[in-house]
């Protein structure tokens, strides 16, 4: 189960935010709000379609507020809900497959990063969407948001062995698609 304490502090969080306390508003934004965005733009590749995601995202958990319930942390709840709305946006344009996905930059990446890291980030980005949606949605949450396993499985509503399959699956398949390029980079053949 999710941190107790954890789970009662985003609760008098929520109630702060309910009772219309700015502060509580900035911290939780200032908290999750990056949190959001990243794991839309996992999903979905496109920077602008994330924003737009985790901006809805958010006015949902605004309007929760009155009635949040200490059941979950705010994150795992935000996680969810900017999970179901990249998956539905995902099934209206019929784009919810197991098929590849097409290569899209990962927009993390700073200029000021060193060129070497930037490659090397490409290459696991351009890996990533080439994986099956749930697959890197599973990578997504586990490694790059730092979400457990019982964590993920509750945002994505998977047991938590389907997402240790799916985890498995997906790295399975990053290494294969990342190997190759490291060894050509390393000149082995």
Known sequence: MQNLNEIKKDAALMRA??????????????????????????????????????????????????????????RTWLHRVTHNLCVDHLRKQNRFSDEEVPDIEDPALGVVEIMEQRQIGDKVTDALQKLPPRQRIAISLVYFEECGNIEAAEIMGLSVDAVESLLARGRRKLKDLLLPARRLRDGEM
Do not use: H
């Not at 990056?34 to 924003?51: P, Q």
């Open 17 to 74: 935010v309910a009772d219309g306390d700015q502060k509580a508003c900035r911290e939780i934004a200032n908290t999750y709000l990056d949190g959001s965005y990243r794991l839309a733009v996992r999903i979905l590749g496109d920077t602008s379609l994330a924003e737009d995601m985790a901006q809805e995202a958010f006015l949902k958990l605004w309007k929760q507020a009155p009635d949040w319930q200490a059941k979950a942390q705010i």
